[in-house]
């Protein structure tokens, strides 16, 4: 969270493009001196031009003038240009954080991503670039004409005045009226999409158990209610901004027929006239922009505010010494854990101590806190209470670039991403053809790559396309592989797998034990059971039992809710945990028949 007083990135990204912004100020200041040359060439064609009949006259001031609108012409396309850059340069500034921010939250707020900051970025971003800023560039400048009008004829300024004030009471009007209207819509049409979002995620399944109806009509009510504040914001929006270009056009005419009063008073000469109804209809325009334009600019401010506001929350990684490459002894030093938003902990009072090539499987009940383990072993989670030590070093402490490459993840809900199978393998880094052999080898997958269309440069999609979920499951444990690890965490690495997919599975841990890979195996299979250093049994997030497998025949099976091995002779090895004279816990055994 940012202190009080510090900026957030937004503000000092848009600091650093405020010289690009006093460039278009600039080019303002000229582009509306520059619009008094209408009116004043009307001046002159009429009080000059047509009482002196000089044809060279009207030649010279239409050249000068043509000369003139060409250079206007220019410095708005060079005001236009700048604008558009500088939503460009915004943008390029600002998405690789605000990038890293939205991938954080998802890590906090697990189940609820949300793309809505990139949306928001581009809001705002297409204000900053459109035409829509140009009223505000364009505001100061209206006292000038005001001021010129006041040159004709006092009565001319009086006049401008009052119809600028009311155009500016209808232009405050309508802020106050479509703020909170449309902030509301722009809030409901968020939620609609992220739902909406959220159902394209989970189609078979709604489709498969025809659930479609009823999760539309939550959608359709949400989105309903996003219209019907949309509507009325627009509703009230329209009628101001309707008034207030009808009054603009009715002041600019009344002031012409001022003018011809002046004129028959002898007051004002004919040119004035025209000229004062020209620099009237300039210096109400930008009021009436503003008016037309606020709707996006409250989207804007909107947008910048969301914005703002995720910034804050989530600051940037602050830079860190670089550690050592870690060798994979992990321990966990009384860890209360639980999942993001969550006050009573799921794992509670969790000690452990993993020496670097040690197997360690993880059973118990569902709800026991295993994959809420797997996390916070990985940093994914933080800790309520305790320290979760790589190396001897807070896993908070290694930057996440430099150590991701030494850690291998196999979450349980296997996600592949737009890319060929080579890239998801060497995780999206310049794909070394050897090291994602090597890994598909280590996996067992190797072989199974060959028979595709294209090998390794399938092609796949988001949540891996045609491929079947032990193929998804298998190519994740591929990249979980890649480039050698020294921890791997695995999720139910067999969830999805045959029998040939777990016989590679067991073959590729036996090599990982050889390689000294230390790995924390989250399973109920018997295989792999009898494969690891120590079992944990974890229930009601608490260590059951902590101690070495029983090494029984094949047909055995292990009752994981409680923590106990049965022999295929009916006789039952209960685990239970007996304190160490070095303090660890090991393993005790009773026999019962």
């Known amino acids: 969270m940012a202190t009080p007083g510090e900026e957030n990135d937004l503000k000092k990204v848009l600091k650093y493009c405020r010289q690009s912004f006093m460039h278009v100020g600039l080019f303002s200041m000229f582009i509306n001196l520059l619009m008094l040359v209408p009116p004043l060439y009307m001046l002159q ?26 250079v206007m012409g220019a410095l708005e396309l060079l005001r236009s240009r700048i604008l558009v850059r500088v939503g460009n340069r915004l943008d390029v500034l600002i998405s690789p954080r605000l990038y890293s921010a939205m991938f954080k939250r998802s890590l906090t707020t697990p189940g609820q991503p949300s793309a809505q900051p990139l949306n928001d970025l581009t809001t705002l971003r297409q204000f900053l670039s459109g035409n829509g800023l140009f009223a505000f560039f364009d505001a100061p400048w209206i006292p000038v004409y005001i001021g010129v009008l ?65 999760i539309q009509g939550r959608w359709s009510a949400r989105h309903r209610d996003y219209l019907v504040l949309q509507s009325k914001a627009s509703d009230r929006a329209g009628l101001l901004t309707n008034t207030s270009k009808v009054l603009r056009l009715m002041f600019q005419s009344l002031i012409l027929g001022l003018g011809a009063y002046l004129v028959l008073t002898g007051d004002l000469t004919p040119g004035m006239m025209i000229a004062g109804s020209i620099l009237m209809g300039r210096a109400l325009a930008p009021i009436d922009q503003m008016i037309n334009g606020w709707k996006g600019f409250s989207s804007a401010r909107t947008s910048r505010a969301r914005l703002e506001e995720l910034l804050e929350a989530i600051p940037a990684d602050a830079p860190s010494m670089p ?60 800790t309520q209470l305790g320290n979760v030590r790589l190396d001897g070093a807070d896993i908070g402490q290694w930057d996440r670039t430099a150590l991701g490459p030494h850690i291998g993840y196999l979450p349980q809900d296997i996600e592949l991403f737009d ?51 032990g193929q998804r499951q298998r190519i994740g444990m591929a990249r979980a ?20 997919g777990e016989e590679a599975l067991a073959v590729s841990l036996n090599r990982l034990r050889q390689e000294g890979t230390t790995a924390l195996i989250i399973t109920h299979r018997q295989r792999l059971l009898q494969q690891v250093d120590r079992i944990m049994v974890l229930n009601d997030g608490e260590v059951v039992s902590l101690a070495p497998p029983l090494r029984v025949p094949p047909a055995a099976r292990v009752d994981t809710a409680r923590g106990r091995q049965i022999s295929a002779t009916g006789t039952q090895r209960v685990t239970t945990l007996r304190p160490s004279a070095r303090g660890h816990h090991d393993g005790g055994e009773e026999t019962a028949q």
């Open 481 to 500: 592989l890649y480039g050698r690890p020294v921890l791997i965490v695995l999720d139910e690495p067999d969830a999805n797998l045959d029998e040939s």
């Open 45 to 70: 064609v009429y009080d000059r031009v047509i009482t002196t009949r000089s044809q060279e006259t009207l030649l010279m001031l239409t050249l000068v003038v043509v000369f003139l609108f060409i």
């Open 323 to 382: 550690l050592p490459r870690p060798k994979g002894k992990l321990s966990l030093e009384g860890v209360n854990a639980a999942p993001p938003g969550e006050r009573l902990p799921t794992l509670k009072s969790i000690n452990l101590k993993m020496a670097q090539g040690e197997h360690i499987a993880v059973v118990g009940p569902s709800a026991a806190g295993k994959s809420t383990l797997a996390r916070v072993v990985l940093g994914i989670w933080p």
């Open 150 to 214: 006041a040159l004709f004829h006092p009565w001319f300024g009086f006049f401008a005045i009052g119809a600028g004030l009311v155009l500016a009471i209808i232009a405050i009007i309508n802020e106050k009226t479509t703020k909170k209207l449309l902030a509301d819509a722009n809030g409901q049409h968020v939620l609609s999409q992220d739902l909406a979002n959220s159902n394209l995620r989970n189609a078979e399944v709604l489709h498969a158990m025809g659930m479609l109806p009823g």
């Open 419 to 469: 890319g060929s199978i080579a890239e998801n393998i060497a995780r999206f880094q310049e794909v070394d053809a050897q090291m994602v052999v090597q890994a598909a080898q280590r996996a067992g997958v190797h072989d199974m790559i060959l028979r595709l269309p294209q090998g390794y440069d399938t092609w796949i999609s988001h949540g891996g396309g045609s491929l079947s979920a």
